[in-house]
């Protein structure tokens, strides 16, 4: 029993891979960092951002300052994760193929006139992530609530093929009516054409009758 849960014990450790590590940024510095995953590996990072506060001379946490978090498939250059988030937070993700991924992080800092420098504490968890209750349940909320939207966007659109049909057919049934119509007209012009042509013929036959 005993040799058992060491054997389990040593699995999850192999199975789960922990990195940590902090690193500074500037403004419009972005630092990258390439991980190699296998296929459908659940992955998920805590970053907390301190910003150098020359007064206190010392790190603070700086509630204007955001972090942007890009995860890049190498291969493929899908873009996995891209967010902008709090000085503290944390992003997850799931790999779907197997190779290198780029873990980008920047701050929300773009003047080029800024002097800013940001301490960075990382780390990356990778194979088993605790479940997020909380998260899952506002991820099903949201989910439910855009399968609503969805059920309304296709009500609305299957009235508007209804009444589409409905346009249809009535264009349909006012289309051979008019064709009825004017095959009929066609006839009777016909009809009244040959009567002409009769009268004129009878008419012409007896004048060169009485001529004679």
Not at 108 to 136: C, M, Q
């Amino acid at each position: 029993m005993l040799a058992s849960r060491l054997g389990a014990a040593t699995f999850l450790l192999l199975v789960t891979t922990v990195h940590g590590l902090h690193f500074y940024l500037d403004t419009n510095e972005k630092r990258c960092f390439i991980e190699e995953l296998p296929s459908d590996t659940a992955v998920e990072g805590h970053y907390k951002a301190l910003e150098w506060n020359e007064q206190a001379r010392e790190y603070v946490l700086q509630p204007e300052l955001g972090i942007l978090v890009e995860v890049e498939e190498m291969e493929t250059g899908h873009n996995v994760v891209k967010t902008r988030g709090p000085p503290e937070g944390q992003f997850t993700f799931t790999s779907h193929d197997a190779g290198d991924h780029s873990i980008c992080l920047s701050t929300n800092y773009t003047s080029w006139f800024s002097n800013t420098h940001v301490k960075l504490y990382l780390d990356v968890i990778v194979g088993a992530v605790r479940p997020d209750i909380e998260h899952d349940r506002s991820h099903v909320s949201e989910l439910a609530s855009k399968v609503r939207d969805l059920n309304q966007k296709l009500e609305d659109i299957r009235r508007e093929q209804q009444y589409q049909r409905e346009r249809e057919a009535d264009f349909r049934n006012l289309s051979e009516a008019t064709n009825a119509r004017a095959v009929w007209y066609s006839l009777m012009q016909i009809v009244v054409l040959v009567l002409t042509c009769t009268w004129q013929l009878k008419h012409l036959k007896r004048f060169f009758q009485d001529r004679s």
